[in-house]
């Protein structure tokens, strides 16, 4: 029983690193009906900018302010990324078909991951630790510190998000965008900036999944993102893509049924679940779990 | 079409001058081909060969050589890629005329290059690939390290003996030949001994969370764990078994897969107390190994690993073998070879067997605060 509530925690930080990219998908899918390939390499560069922001600090002693510390900034360079990639590589190419953009995506994709290669090298890097590491027990199950702020850390910007997005004018006018782009730009709303906004943030959340599995699991490399970007990608779809709640419901339930599947089964089998199971989704609900049926109006 | 037939001439005039020297040259020299990786993903393994080659064929020479004549020798890079290693060492021999041939460390590029060796009738030397079907592809490949069976074996006899643990579990890479093999070994190995393997958890090269196979293992309580993997997910593996609250009372076992300074920098205080199989250690006190350990660091201002080691003794039982036979022609040099007996090594007494492995004892060592302290000498 013990050993099955461990593997329920270890399900809900892995999960919530799915959910927290799973997140940029659903959100840049909503306002633009664009699969953003390139998301998983934003994670990537999110965790290396953590990487060198961490280095610079080598010298202090691992505390959360600087663990906060170099959140922000990899937060803050995503943020940028994302608006320049959606400044450059996917505004001139909007009103083209869906298939230009898609390729777009691929292409931004295979850019990152090369010039990753390039600028950081091939080679896998090992994050310093950041935080104070202590664990403690609760009912025999042990939570690590990275574990704990991983779960929290996750929670606490998925609800800033569902916060921003309700409450505030420009989570309304992303709502508008969402449900009807040119409707919202009859309305008055600076569509442009809404997108760019969409990518700001959904890039700046990739980045916090970056530092925080860093945390985690020190080894980063530029082709990290590709798997993590295909999981999330599935949690999105399996939550149902563009349904905010959906992708971290989504990301959760991959992490936790990925964790049980090597822990009780083989580890041979860890991704063939992940992807049998966006199979068995878009059979039996093609919407995800969440989401709602569109109609094709012709 | 004249101008063309002219410079097909002009060509021709410079090949032929050309052609006639290349056997011609190698009269007061004895050209020796080396491949290995110099640049790339595996890049510090043919690094330290290279280093360890050269710094014996320059002892041999300043020696006065064998037979009357000094070495030379030819190093090319094969880039990390095994498809290259064929292409470099085709070059060597038809090329260069390359009288043998030392490489290479990765099992994957020994196997592209060794038909090619022997169908040119040129003997092969690996340093250090343990992969059992690299010897096997005929008489003229031999390797002066030992196998992977043997390595497996030499973690379950130390267990068993220096550690009396009874209830061991495995974590495999199964993605790897070689961490499939070790594991196969030890396992048969330990249960021989009478201990129980009392869990078997898999993960893939390349991941980087392996808490859900620990958690089980954990449940377990195993004395040991066996972890037959490369440095980088070891590293990890041993940071997040702590991280789960497996006493560091139980320690990781492993091979030569360990042997990488990165090791330290990944897993950090989580590997102390923890075990490794290996060629040789820099501790050892015997006059060789600390002659070699520190003339090495004077002239490349690092500690030797195995793999430089081991590339040391490839040269020099490759001498040794030429001197003994007499002659440089390939099939006198395998010969005397496969004739090699008790050979003194930095990485031990090395005897070549009938498939053209080396029977020698390897070493454990333990993991303490980033150095490798030797623990013992298992003989074979």
Known sequence: MNTFLQQIVNGLSLGSIYALIALGYTMVYGVLRLINFAHGDVYMVGAYVGYYLSRKMAGREPSFVSAFIVMLGAMAACALLGLVIERLAYRPVRRASRLTLLITAIGVSLFLENGGQLVFGPDPKFFPSLAPHFDFLVADVRLTSEQTTVIGVSFLLMILLRLFIMKTRTGKAMRAVSFNLDAAKLMGISTDWIIAVTFALGSALAAAAGVLIGMQIPKIDPLMGIIYGLKAFVAAVLGGIGNVPGAVLGGLLIGISEVMVVGYLSSTYRDAIAFGILILVLLLRPQGILGRVQKEKV | ?380
Not at chain 2, 307 to 325: E, H, N, P, Q, V
């Open chain 2, 1 to 380: 079409m004249r101008l063309r037939s002219l410079a097909w001439v002009a060509a021709a005039a410079m090949a032929l001058p050309a052609l006639g020297c290349g056997k011609g040259r190698t009269t007061d020299e004895i050209l020796i081909g080396e491949y290995g990786s110099l640049t790339g993903g595996i890049a510090t393994f043919g690094i330290s060969t290279k280093n360890g080659s050269t710094m014996a064929f320059d002892e041999i020479n300043s020696a006065g050589g064998i037979l009357g004549k000094k070495f030379k020798l030819l190093v090319e890079d094969d880039q990390s890629k095994p498809e290259e290693a064929g292409t470099v060492v085709t070059k060597l021999i038809n090329q260069n005329h390359v009288l043998a041939v030392i490489g290479q460390v990765a099992s994957s590029h020994s196997l592209a290059a060794a038909p090619i060796c022997q169908a040119n009738n040129i003997p092969m030397v690996s340093p250090s690939s343990t992969n059992p079907r690299v010897t096997q592809v005929g008489d003229y490949i031999f390797r002066v390290c030992f196998i992977d069976p043997f390595q497996g074996a030499v973690m379950a006899k130390f267990a068993t003996n220096t550690l009396k643990a009874k209830r061991v579990a495995i974590l495999v890479d199964v993605r790897s030949d070689y961490s499939v093999g070790l594991q196969t070994f030890f396992r048969e190995q330990f249960k021989q001994l009478g201990g129980q393997i009392v869990s078997e958890q898999s993960y893939s090269q390349g991941d980087s969370d392996f808490r859900a196979q620990l958690t089980q293992i954990k449940a377990i309580n195993p004395d040991a764990i066996y972890v037959p993997g490369y440095y980088t997910e070891v590293g990890t593996i041993a940071r997040q078994a702590r991280e789960l609250g497996i006493p560091s009372t139980v320690p990781l076992l492993g091979g030569d897969g360990w042997d990488s300074p990165k090791l330290w920098e990944i897993g950090g205080a989580a590997l102390n107390g923890c075990y490794l199989s290996n060629h040789y250690s820099v501790d050892d006190p015997s006059p060789l190994v600390q002659k070699f350990v520190a003339d090495y660091k004077a002239r490349f201002k690092e500690v030797p690993d195995a793999l430089a080691a081991l590339g040391y003794d490839a040269a020099k039982i490759l001498a040794d073998a030429m001197s003994r036979a007499g002659s440089t022609d390939g099939a006198k040099v395998r010969d005397a070879l496969a004739a090699t007996k008790d050979f003194a090594g930095v990485t031990g007494k090395i005897t070549i067997n009938k498939d053209r492995n080396a029977i020698k004892p390897a070493v454990v060592l333990k993991v303490e605060n980033g150095k490798f302290v030797y623990v013992e000498t298992v003989t074979p």
